[in-house]
């Protein structure tokens, strides 16, 4: 799910997983953490939401997971709306 305003673009991707515990949910973005319950039997080393946090942050917006056990996860990032792309988009309709 997309949502955007004048200032924001928000992103929602959702699954039907296992769910994330509340006390976990923070730790999660950080590097190499893999929890216990879901990372038996699967490979990666635990650095993809990292990742994630990093490329938002680096473009000034942030995320966040909402979670429930049994039930899945959403996890939301925001980032900010490029203040130049009308001018691009005049420009290049112009030209």
């Known amino acids: 799910m997309i ?7 928000e992103i929602t ?4 997983g296992a769910g994330i515990p509340l006390n976990e949910q923070k730790r999660i973005f ?3 953490v893999r929890l216990p319950q879901t990372s038996e039997g699967t490979s990666g080393f635990g650095i993809g939401l990292s990742v ?8 000034g917006g942030r995320i966040w997971v909402v979670s429930e ?10 980032v900010p709306v490029w203040q130049g792309q009308n001018k691009e988009q ?6």
């Open 69 to 78: 056990i049994g039930v899945g996860s959403c996890f939301h990032f925001t």
């Open 13 to 16: 991707i959702c699954d039907k």
């Open 52 to 59: 994630c946090r990093r490329i938002v942050q680096v473009h």
């Open 30 to 32: 950080l590097d190499r």
């Open 3 to 9: 949502h955007k305003t004048n200032q924001w673009v």
């Open 90 to 95: 005049q420009y290049l309709t112009k030209g």
